[in-house]
């Protein structure tokens, strides 16, 4: 992809003010976006709202101390108060042994690939609010549904460039579409709420806006009539549009740095059984169109496809250079953009293994149980694994929905709970996760 030349001009005198000021060595970065967003709550405008804003970063090191900072002036003025402030906070900053830029032979090499990030679509204020309106009214025509959250669409473009005082330089674009609606539903007094909510790369790509709202409508009423239900021990089902909180605690127990400090509950389970046989998690970062998707990662290094779970066996830890360092390995594409700190940990485009059985499937092979639709305030304990959450969804028994279910808690050990994880194979592929429904069997439910 080509640099705007305005962005490379900018990052390369922040550089060269920096190396002036004293600096060994340094990373800097632009980041731009625009955003506009039409919000509309039982058939009027709530509000329209249009963001522009461009900021440059800078990350400075002196032997082996550090320091970040941020500023929105890009003017020649404002890029050298930025690199002398930052330079200047790098000397009384404290050591830091495993800092520093990531090693050249670990850097992205060109030409960028493709990846489809960037539509040329740019939908007028007018559009989205049109998109809003038609997606609330959809999901307030279900019977049943007698109030609304809200419905919204929205449009983001941004734009992002990186460099690095040894010479790397790359750039990144990105759009974002997004279209939503939130309905109320009340029966008897009492009220229930759902949502449908997309996003999507590329305009086109997104569902129609009476789709969404239907579905959000027709999901908020189906959970009117929800009662509690005895405590006990069921097989468990959880939805594929949230069973991706399920497994979200094994990104931050497989960090590099996670694992460096001692506050993972994986932290002895590299190269062991971890899941199921069979489990797989897939990742890969050049999913055209994909919403995970990159060619370099924060520090500019190479990313590629790679299993962490494989055959249940976890594979890897997450890596970037600083947490690379301190466990004597070498890092692997995870490092996330720090932009005004140091880089974070994370992943791009993941995907879960689908089973053999749909959801019907699932609850006919389990017979009775608790199917999770909704989830709220979770509980986690990083060191021993132990993990509880609120849900609502649905008692099923002889295969088939009962009734609604809602104020009851499952909980048990990520360990046990991973370990009997099988996959449904309904896939959902909002996000950057493509993962089916899950089931766990003989799952603690609290109830009444």
Same mark, same amino acid.
């Given at each position: 992809m080509a640099f705007d030349a305005d962005?490379?001009?900018?990052?390369?005198?922040?550089?060269? @003010?920096?190396? %002036?000021?004293?600096?060994?060595?340094s990373e800097a970065s632009l980041a731009a976006r625009e955003a506009i967003s039409a919000e509309v709550r039982m058939g009027e405008l709530e509000g329209m709202e249009r963001e522009e804003g461009r900021s440059v970063a800078l990350r400075a090191?002196?032997?082996?101390?550090?320091?970040?900072?941020?500023? *929105?002036?890009?003017?020649?003025?404002g890029l050298q108060s930025l690199a002398e402030r930052t330079v200047a906070m790098a000397k009384a900053a404290p050591e830091d042994k495993y800092c520093g830029l990531l090693e050249e032979h670990y850097l992205a090499r060109g030409p960028a690939p493709d990846l489809k990030q960037s539509d040329t679509a740019r939908p007028s204020p007018q559009h989205l609010l049109d998109l809003a309106m038609r997606c609330e009214a959809a999901s307030l025509a279900i019977p049943?549904?007698?109030?609304?959250?809200?419905?919204?669409?929205?449009?983001?473009?941004? *734009?992002?460039? @990186?460099? *690095?005082?040894?010479?790397?330089?790359?750039?990144?674009?990105?759009?974002? $579409?997004?279209?939503?609606?939130?309905?109320?539903?009340?029966?008897?007094?009492?009220?229930?709420?759902? $949502?449908?909510?997309?996003?999507?790369?590329?305009?086109?790509?997104? =569902?129609?806006?009476?789709?969404?709202?239907?579905i959000a409508g027709e999901r908020t009423a189906r959970r009117l009539g929800a009662r509690k239900v005895a405590s006990t021990k069921a097989p468990v089902i959880f939805e594929n549009r949230l069973a991706g909180r399920i497994i979200s605690p094994l990104f931050s127990a497989i960090s590099g740095s996670s694992v460096a400090r001692g506050v993972s509950f994986l932290k002895d389970k590299l190269g062991q059984r971890v899941f199921a046989e069979g489990f797989r998690i897939h990742e890969d970062p050049f999913v055209e169109r994909g919403m995970g998707s990159r060619w370099f990662d924060g520090e500019g290094g190479a990313v590629r496809p790679m299993a962490l779970i494989e055959d249940g066996v976890l594979t890897?830890?997450? !890596?970037?250079?600083?947490?690379?360092?301190?466990?004597? !390995?070498? =890092?692997?594409?995870?490092?996330?953009?720090?932009?005004?700190?140091? =880089? +974070?940990?994370? *992943?791009?485009?993941?995907?879960?293994? =689908?089973g053999q059985h749909d959801l019907a499937g699932l609850m006919r092979e389990?017979? %009775?149980? !608790?199917?999770?639709?909704?989830?709220?305030?979770?509980?986690?304990?990083?060191?021993? +694994?132990?993990?509880?959450? +609120?849900?609502?969804? $649905?008692?099923?028994?002889?295969?088939?929905?009962?009734?609604?279910?809602s104020e009851v808690t499952v909980a048990g050990n990520l360990h046990d709970i991973f370990a009997r994880l099988r996959c449904?194979?309904?896939?959902?592929?909002?996000?950057?996760?493509?993962?089916?429904? !899950?089931?766990?069997d003989d799952l603690a439910i609290g109830g009444v």
């Open positions: 962005s490379h001009a900018a990052l390369a005198a922040l550089i060269d @003010y920096a190396r %002036k000021a004293g600096a060994d060595a090191f002196i032997g082996k101390r550090q320091a970040a900072a941020s500023s *929105t002036d890009l003017s020649a003025k049943g549904i007698v109030n609304s959250g809200g419905g919204g669409a929205s449009s983001e473009v941004s *734009t992002f460039t @990186y460099a *690095t005082s040894s010479g790397f330089e790359a750039s990144e674009s990105a759009t974002s $579409y997004s279209l939503g609606a939130q309905p109320v539903a009340e029966k008897d007094g009492e009220m229930e709420r759902d $949502y449908e909510w997309r996003t999507k790369r590329f305009f086109a790509d997104l =569902p129609d806006a009476e789709l969404i709202g239907r890897t830890w997450l !890596l970037n250079s600083s947490a690379a360092r301190q466990l004597g !390995l070498e =890092p692997n594409g995870h490092a996330t953009t720090g932009h005004g700190g140091p =880089p +974070g940990i994370g *992943t791009s485009n993941l995907f879960v293994q =689908p389990a017979g %009775k149980g !608790l199917f999770v639709t909704d989830m709220f305030s979770p509980s986690l304990n990083m060191n021993t +694994g132990d993990w509880s959450v +609120g849900v609502a969804g $649905y008692w099923f028994e002889s295969g088939a929905v009962v009734h609604p279910v449904g194979s309904d896939l959902d592929n909002r996000g950057a996760l493509e993962i089916p429904s !899950l089931i766990v």
